[in-house]
């Protein structure tokens, strides 16, 4: 006769990271919880993790009052949404995505921001789950379970406005990082949603988010950071930015693994630090310094 998984409570979760094997073992525990939260063209794999409900950050999770991508919802549609997904708060919850770490990130701190702690980001996604020959079904149209008891406490700390980042950017003692490639910081490759300026907000660093990774892994915990100290230094209060608010989040998810423990998502970043407006936007690769070595763009 089997037995089913026992889970553990949330604080022995192994961190804010789990492999492929950890899960695999506790797929099916009671109080365990899958969340697929791909986006864009990764939502299209036609499979899952089996009983993964969808964490859909492209439509429901996102507020679309807002003219912004992917911007965070207020407390009651997020609880909304949570409860429509069974989620209660006393579950374990795992997400992840198909294109390995990406959005999945993105998810695990929207949770930790609407105030709970018992959420792990799947490493390498679902990619590695099927290269390490664990089992996959077909999607549904959507989760048609229970719903839960979940109930979002926002912890306002963890997400930032533009203001908040433009009076950071004048504070030696914060870092801010920019997960988009090296050319889109730069200004030299054109950002991909249009009327956006080009480059970087004056001060910032580059820290690309696929350099957290290595074969579609988070980089072990001093590997990072070495990464992160290349670019901020001693400074060990972080404000992490992209284009979206996604990629940012693999970031804060470094960040976390390295140590720190005072991060914060601009959440509007660059679909918002860009647009035409006064906010100052520099050119150039070097970073960290002001507008030094490019050019200012009002």
């Known amino acids: ?76 549609r997020f609880t909304d949404e949570l409860r429509a997904l069974g989620v209660n708060g006393t579950d374990t919850v795992v997400v992840y995505d198909a294109a390995g770490i990406y959005s999945s990130a993105r998810a695990w701190w929207m949770l930790r921001a ?14 590695a789950w099927t290269s390490s020959g664990l089992p996959v079904e077909g999607v549904p149209a959507e989760y048609a379970g229970p719903r839960g008891d979940f109930t ?5 700390e963890l997400i930032s406005d533009s203001g908040r980042v433009a009076g950071v950017l004048a504070d030696p003692a914060w870092a801010v990082l920019d997960a988009r490639t090296a050319e889109r910081f730069a200004g030299e490759a054109p950002e991909p949603r249009p009327g956006l300026r080009a480059g970087h907000m004056p001060g910032a660093a580059n820290l690309p988010f696929g350099e957290l990774q290595h074969e579609g892994r988070m980089r072990p915990a001093q590997e990072l950071r070495e990464l992160f100290a290349a670019r901020a230094g ?5 404000v992490v930015s992209c284009g979206s608010g996604v990629t940012a989040c693999v970031l804060a998810l470094g960040a976390e693994l390295a140590g720190y423990r005072e991060t914060t998502v601009y959440d509007g970043s660059w679909s918002e630090w860009g647009l035409p407006s006064e906010l100052p936007v520099v050119t150039g690769r070097e970073s960290g310094g002001g507008a030094a070595g ?3 763009r009002p």
């Not at 063209?41 to 009052?65: M, N, V």
């Not at 979002?152 to 306002?156: E, F, G, I």
């Not at 001693?234 to 972080?238: A, E, G, P, S, Y």
């Open 1 to 76: 006769m089997s037995t089913r998984p026992t889970l553990p409570h949330p604080g022995t979760l192994p961190g804010p990271l789990v492999g492929p094997d950890w899960l695999g073992r506790q797929l099916g525990a009671p109080g365990l919880v899958v969340l697929d939260a791909s986006i864009g063209a990764h939502r299209g794999t036609g499979q899952r993790i089996p009983g993964a409900r969808p964490f859909d950050i492209d439509g429901a999770l996102s507020d679309h009052a807002s003219a912004l991508p992917h911007t965070m919802p207020d407390a009651d």
């Open 114 to 127: 609407m105030g709970f702690d018992g959420a792990a980001v799947l490493d390498g996604g679902l990619p």
């Open 152 to 156: 979002a406490r926002p912890r306002p």
């Open 234 to 238: 001693d400074r060990q209060k972080l």
């Open 294 to 296: 490019g050019d200012a």
